[in-house]
């Protein structure tokens, strides 16, 4: 009938069911290769049984212990990475050679170095001398074994504070370097136009960048920051070679005790998947949002 649309149907075209059969065929061969090459015996049920089997005193599956540490330092990290990460962009573009050099010279510094490198650099020669100096000794390591329940939420056993801060840090201030260039090239995109209609109106410089410049700025900046926030999830594996017990050190322990190598890094790689995806849906909204909100304007 006029007026109406009908719905779209998801074809599949012959590209596409190319992939797929090449897909199932590579998925099949690495399944024929693990069973008849390595002569590796499956055994999906023990896996299965051995992540889901509760602590000594009930406490939570380690494996989930490990997931819910990734997220954790995942999540810190990111609200630590994003606030820095701004501040490195907007003194990048500083007209102030005080503040534009060493934003410079530390971006450059952190993405030309390997991250592994990175985290050894900061934790043995770093991260033991900062604790002291920013006086968190008493809080990170001194800490009754007692907290509170919002305490244990937020940040996990007060044994552990000190590697979470350390790895915290650690992924935060890789992603930063990144995350500061994301900025600002998200406002170096805005017309010059715009910043003189800004200032015609006699707004005053933090009013400009505020109500005119960033929100025009974050419809350009949210897509890749979702992917710098999805690299951060995955880079924070890294940490587990400082001992923060997060997925991949978790994984790797139960792994090795346990003989079921390919499983349960499987089930790692599938921890990882649901995080990841569930962040790149999550900014997938959020990118809509913003360029609806931008278009309105």
């Given at each position: 009938?006029?007026?109406?649309?009908?719905?779209?149907?998801?074809?599949?075209?012959?590209?596409?069911?190319?992939?797929?059969?090449?897909?199932?065929?590579?998925?099949?061969?690495?399944?024929?290769?693990?069973?008849?090459?390595?002569?590796?015996?499956?055994?999906?049920?023990?896996?299965?049984?051995?992540?889901?089997?509760?602590?000594?005193?009930?406490?939570?599956?380690?494996?989930?212990?490990?997931?819910?540490?990734?997220?954790?330092?995942?999540?810190?990290?990111?609200?630590?990475?994003?606030?820095?990460?701004?501040?490195?962009?907007?003194?990048?573009?500083?007209?102030?050679?005080?503040?534009?050099?060493?934003a410079q010279a530390y971006i450059q510094l952190v993405r030309n170095i390997?991250?592994?490198?990175?985290?050894?650099?900061?934790?043995?020669?770093?991260?033991?001398?900062?604790?002291?100096?920013?006086?968190?000794?008493?809080?990170?390591?001194?800490?009754?074994?007692?907290?509170?329940?919002?305490?244990?939420?937020?940040?996990?056993?007060?044994?552990?504070?000190?590697?979470?801060?350390?790895?915290?840090?650690?992924?935060?201030?890789?992603?930063?370097?990144?995350?500061?260039?994301?900025?600002?090239?998200?406002?170096?995109?805005?017309?010059?136009?715009?910043?003189?209609?800004?200032?015609?109106?006699?707004?005053?410089?933090?009013?400009?960048?505020?109500?005119?410049?960033?929100?025009?700025?974050?419809?350009?900046?949210?897509?890749?920051?979702?992917?710098?926030?999805?690299?951060?999830?995955?880079?924070?594996?890294?940490?587990?070679?400082?001992?923060?017990?997060?997925?991949?050190?978790?994984?790797?322990?139960?792994?090795?005790?346990?003989?079921?190598?390919?499983?349960?890094?499987?089930?790692?790689?599938?921890?990882?998947?649901?995080?990841?995806?569930?962040?790149?849906?999550?900014?997938?909204?959020?990118?809509?949002?913003?360029?609806?909100?931008?278009?309105?304007?």
């Open positions: 009938m006029p007026g109406k649309k009908s719905p779209v149907a998801c074809k599949l075209g012959k590209l596409d069911g190319l992939l797929m059969l090449l897909i199932a065929a590579a998925i099949g061969w690495l399944w024929y290769r693990s069973s008849a090459g390595v002569h590796y015996q499956w055994n999906w049920h023990k896996a299965f049984t051995l992540i889901m089997t509760p602590g000594r005193n009930g406490e939570l599956p380690y494996f989930f212990q490990g997931l819910i540490a990734t997220l954790r330092l995942s999540l810190w990290g990111m609200l630590f990475a994003g606030s820095l990460g701004l501040l490195l962009g907007l003194a990048r573009r500083s007209s102030w050679f005080v503040f534009r050099f060493p390997p991250p592994l490198v990175f985290v050894f650099i900061f934790y043995f020669f770093i991260s033991s001398q900062l604790i002291p100096v920013l006086g968190l000794e008493s809080i990170l390591r001194d800490t009754p074994s007692d907290i509170g329940y919002w305490q244990s939420f937020l940040f996990g056993p007060a044994k552990l504070w000190e590697n979470l801060f350390s790895g915290v840090l650690c992924v935060g201030l890789i992603a930063a370097a990144y995350i500061a260039e994301i900025v600002r090239s998200g406002i170096d995109a805005i017309a010059k136009g715009q910043w003189e209609a800004a200032d015609s109106l006699g707004l005053t410089r933090l009013d400009r960048f505020r109500f005119v410049i960033f929100p025009q700025a974050l419809s350009g900046i949210v897509p890749p920051l979702a992917g710098q926030f999805i690299s951060l999830v995955k880079d924070s594996s890294i940490i587990s070679l400082i001992s923060v017990q997060e997925l991949t050190f978790v994984g790797s322990e139960i792994a090795n005790s346990s003989g079921l190598i390919f499983e349960i890094w499987l089930l790692v790689g599938a921890g990882y998947l649901v995080l990841c995806f569930s962040l790149s849906v999550l900014f997938g909204k959020l990118e809509k949002h913003t360029q609806k909100h931008h278009q309105t304007r």
